[in-house]
């Protein structure tokens, strides 16, 4: 049972990327899904979730705007479309089975995947 986050890369501040959260083991059909960044020496800190049924979803007050989250449970994936994006944002991005409020955002975290590297430069 485990997640894995994936999709991250090099791109200049405006760009884009997508971010893929695969589970395996289990069906994310069920769960929400919570992300997180987080920059060395710093908290890891909330992104975006989104819910078992899609309805419910949040974003953090910097990615309002510029990140979307959906999810394709036939694929049994998770993904966060990151857009216009500033070298802030420079962070390790990590995927989390997770409940969703639409103001508490992500918690109740129980499995957490490896990450994924994204750096904006300017």
């Known amino acids: 049972v485990q997640l894995q986050a994936s999709g991250g890369g090099s791109v200049h501040a405006g760009g884009s990327l997508r971010l893929s959260c695969a589970a395996s083991g289990f069906s994310l059909n069920d769960y929400g899904v919570g992300w997180f960044r987080q920059v060395p020496g710093s908290v890891r800190e909330a992104v975006s979730c989104?819910?078992?049924?899609?309805?419910?979803?949040y974003f953090g007050d910097s990615m309002k705007g510029r990140f979307t989250i959906s999810r394709d449970n036939a694929k049994n994936l998770v993904y966060l479309q990151m857009d216009n994006l500033k070298p802030e944002d420079t962070a390790e991005y990590y995927c989390a089975r997770s409940l969703c409020g639409k103001q508490v955002g992500p918690h109740g975290m129980d499995i957490w995947g490896k990450g994924t590297q994204v750096t904006v430069s300017s």
């Open positions: 989104i819910s078992s049924d899609g309805v419910d979803t």
